[in-house]
DNA sequence: CTATCGCTTAAGGACGCGTTAAGGGCCCGC
DNA sequence: GCGGGCCCTTAACGCGTCCTTAAGCGATAG
């Protein structure tokens, strides 16, 4: 899960980022708007937090801009409390939560949670797939009822490729989600993650959880097992 | 598929190339204009990015003769964001879409894709023919309600026989779909990979969906409703 | 009947992926 | 501050899959 945060105060960018950080999110950060304007639009961003008081071009034309390329996203604004009232215009620009500052990092934490779980449409934080269980808010991860643990890069794989179940995912769009900046891993490591995952998840090696295409990526099978397409829709 | 990827800045060409062969495209590459005018005219293309900010002819004079020369395949725009006005000189040259830089690689897929979709004049990006089911974005192919694992290049040759149902193919207009460069295979690689999906899609022999015509080519039976825009082009 | 074209099969080799082990950084406890 | 352990990362090697080629056979048209 790739977040992106664009604050100008300093301080307070770096106590969001680390909180962020701790709970297992990779972090793009800036505090300078058309550095902010590029990452928005060319990163592979899951969730941004975006200050509205910006220097150079403002929040809102991020935000504007976001939307007119078509990136759906969920975008969360912080607002002064001096100036809440900016946050109508926000919402109108198309964010789609608000923060007022100053404000409990609890408080925000679960602001975007909600946010993130909204844009997959799941009603829970929990996913399924066959007798794997994850659960996000507490980044617990059960098989049946027996309890794995997993390291901070395992679980994010694997969380990746269990919101997208059913789906092909590229080892490069696995890479771009998990880690930050443009930190292009040139080596093996999702393979090596993904070994790991398959022999916790699955040490007999009997259920295959995590199939490998060939040339294309891995798919983490829906329980519904490779059912036809029913047409499709909702990017 | 086969597109034409035409961008001086070496490193977003390479970006946009790696990610093209990922999702299954043959993919012409070039950063200099005189050379992408003769791949664009010369070559079968499916697709064509360009970048309007070329060295040597321009990427609009590129679009034109496309299009004087008769050619009506999709061509998708790229432009600075400090030069966003040139998009409109672009659709009026006779391009189909655009996206400004910077923007984030699943946009310009996703882009691509409807481009491709809107060219053949399919509303869903599924294809089917009789019992053969081929979901385009997902790469996914369904022979009744089971599931077959193709390999890429028989992705490749399923896909383009059945984007043109009923046509009669050549071998070599697959080859020159399926592959990059002027790689001219003189060898019999297309009736292996025929054979291939035919023993897939048909184990029994029973159905018979692709028909030999000999001397001429091969054909997927389209069956019922499957119409075909008035398509003109790709020599 | 023969020449041409297509089908079938098998083998070679290239390449992607799996697998393992070892190095090094970071954090935590002592 | 120091030591130890966990985990991320890298690299090497082996294996399997897939692409490609070639050769032999069958079919078809002239």
């Known amino acids: 899960m790739r977040a992106l945060v664009i604050e100008d105060d300093v301080d307070l960018r770096e106590q969001i980022c680390t909180r962020l950080r701790q709970e297992g999110y990779a972090v793009d950060e800036t505090g300078e708007g058309e550095e902010g304007m590029f990452y928005a639009k060319e990163y592979p961003i899951d969730i941004a937090i975006i200050d509205l008081g910006?220097?150079?071009?403002?929040?809102?034309?991020?935000?504007?801009?976001?939307?007119?390329a078509g990136l759906d996203y969920p975008i969360?604004?912080?607002t002064a409390r001096s100036r809440w009232q900016d946050k109508v215009?926000?919402?109108?620009?198309?964010?789609?939560d608000y923060?007022?500052?100053?404000?409990q990092p609890e408080e925000l934490s679960a602001r975007i949670q909600a946010l993130l779980r909204r844009s997959r449409g799941w009603a829970q934080p929990r996913l399924e797939s066959g007798d794997i269980i994850v659960d996000t808010t507490r980044q617990e991860v059960f098989v049946g009822d027996q309890s794995i643990d997993l390291t901070a890069?395992?679980?994010?794989?694997?969380?990746?490729?269990?919101?997208?179940?059913?789906?092909v995912i590229s080892k490069t769009a696995l890479t771009e989600h998990i880690y930050e900046e443009n930190a292009e891993r040139d080596s093996n490591v999702i393979e090596v993650f993904v070994r790991r995952l398959r022999s916790k998840l699955d040490p007999d090696g009997t259920r295959k959880?995590?199939?490998?295409?060939r040339g294309r990526g891995y798919r983490l099978s829906r329980d519904g097992r490779n059912r036809r397409p029913a047409d499709a829709s909702s990017s």
């Open 209 to 213: 959880p995590i199939e490998t295409l």
């Open 76 to 78: 969360l604004i912080l």
């Open 54 to 68: 910006l220097p150079g071009p403002t929040g809102l034309d991020i935000i504007a801009e976001v939307r007119e």
């Open 99 to 103: 923060v007022v500052k100053p404000f």
């Open 153 to 167: 890069y395992e679980y994010r794989v694997l969380e990746y490729l269990m919101l997208h179940a059913g789906e």
């Open 89 to 96: 215009e926000g919402l109108e620009a198309g964010a789609d």
